[in-house]
């Protein structure tokens, strides 16, 4: 054999073995590349894994003397908090108190001031004592078109939902920064599904909860160092003194779309609540399409679970067509999970 018919033949088998192998290789591809994504993400992804215990520590609930805030506070001082509660209203705080002892066997500390209210609030907070897990749960919640609602009612619910939420965490912030050799604290917000999506009759409520998402996740960059970590929990409807009020004058439309995502009763809630804040999860959703719409909604939100951190973006499109009924966004969100 010469020179020539040599090379013509290793060509040949090169030729050959390469497309045996590629159509191989690509198949051993398909697997690596969502893994080796997935393998970045784990060392990547912000902020880490975490436990922020709850046992013999103080935790302050604002709106603690009603629904889902009265909820999370039987649930803390049955796992051994010390447990401060906040609200308007002094009858309700001492309603709650016994209800509390009756049940647990725990005295909570009460507090009445106005969540708008920064003096009172920070006095109430002074008085209780240095906070490790705050939650921040307060809120006023009335269905009505923006056409119907007066510059009042709108006020009133960006004041209360979002306005006091800063009130709470201002008057809170110095002392739990300052804590020392104390654990990983707490920062929770309390926002609402329509605080993910906007939705019919929730102009004013969807925009006040919105706002808590700036709040959130600036806040998070500010206070990591702290070993502060904040959550917001996102609860469907849920069967509360609130909520039961609020449906006296709900919108039929409001209702429809309220409805896709089912209801909840405080004791579930206060449980996804507690636990997501335990595991100092920046989100937590309360039911399964809760899960999806947080999916869909999450941008740029921080993200401990690389699981999720890979999921996240692939259900970022997820968006409505114009023919869509008025239940559109839960709609189109399930429909393309
Ligand atoms: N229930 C639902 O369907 C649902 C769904 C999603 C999200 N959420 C959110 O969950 C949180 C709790 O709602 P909920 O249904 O449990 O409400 P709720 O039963 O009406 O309880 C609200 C609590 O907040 C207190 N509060 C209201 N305005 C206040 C103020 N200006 N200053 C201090 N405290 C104030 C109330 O006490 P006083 O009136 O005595 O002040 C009460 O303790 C709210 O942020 C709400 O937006 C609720």
């Known amino acids: ?86 609200a308007r209203s002094g009858s309700k705080l001492e309603e709650a108190k016994k209800s509390i002892q009756l049940a647990t066997g725990v005295e909570v500390a009460t507090f009445s001031a106005d969540v708008r209210d920064y003096d009172a609030v920070s006095k109430a907070i002074d008085e209780s004592g240095p906070i490790d897990v705050l939650i921040v749960n307060q809120g006023v919640f009335t269905a009505k078109e923006l056409v119907k609602h007066s510059p009042e009612d709108v006020k009133f619910t960006i004041d209360v939902n979002l306005v006091g939420s800063f009130n709470v965490i201002k008057a809170a912030l110095p002392a739990m920064k300052a804590r020392k050799d104390r654990g990983p604290a707490s920062i929770s917000l309390v926002s609402s599904q329509a ?92 039911n399964f399409e809760g899960f999806l719409l947080s999916l869909a909604t999450t941008g740029m939100s921080p993200q401990r679970s690389f699981w999720l951190a890979f999921l996240e973006p692939l259900k970022n499109g997820a968006k409505p067509k114009p023919n869509d009924s008025p239940t559109m966004y839960l709609e189109v969100l399930l429909a393309e999970a």
């Open 195 to 286: 605080g993910q999506v906007g939705v019919y009759g929730y102009a004013a409520y969807s925009a006040s909860k919105f706002g808590l998402q700036g709040l959130a996740q600036a806040l998070q960059q500010e206070v990591i160092s702290d070993d502060i970590h904040v959550t917001l929990i996102f609860p469907p409807d849920t069967n509360t003194p609130g909520f039961e009020e609020e449906q006296k004058s709900r919108p039929e439309v409001t209702a429809i779309i309220a409805a896709s995502s089912g209801s909840m009763e405080t004791e579930e809630v206060a449980k996804k609540a507690m636990d997501g804040i335990k595991a100092g999860n920046f989100t937590v959703s309360c």
């Open 1 to 86: 054999m010469n020179e020539l018919t040599e090379l013509h033949i290793a060509e040949s088998f090169v030729t050959r073995s390469m497309a045996a192998i590629s159509p191989l290789f690509l198949l051993f591809l398909i697997p690596i590349i969502p893994l080796s994504l997935l393998a970045i993400l784990a060392l990547i992804v912000r902020p880490r894994p975490i436990k922020i215990p709850i046992k013999s520590r103080h935790v302050f609930i604002t709106g603690g003397s009603s629904g889902i805030g009265l909820a999370l506070a039987h649930r803390a001082a049955s796992e051994g908090a010390r447990v401060s509660i906040l």
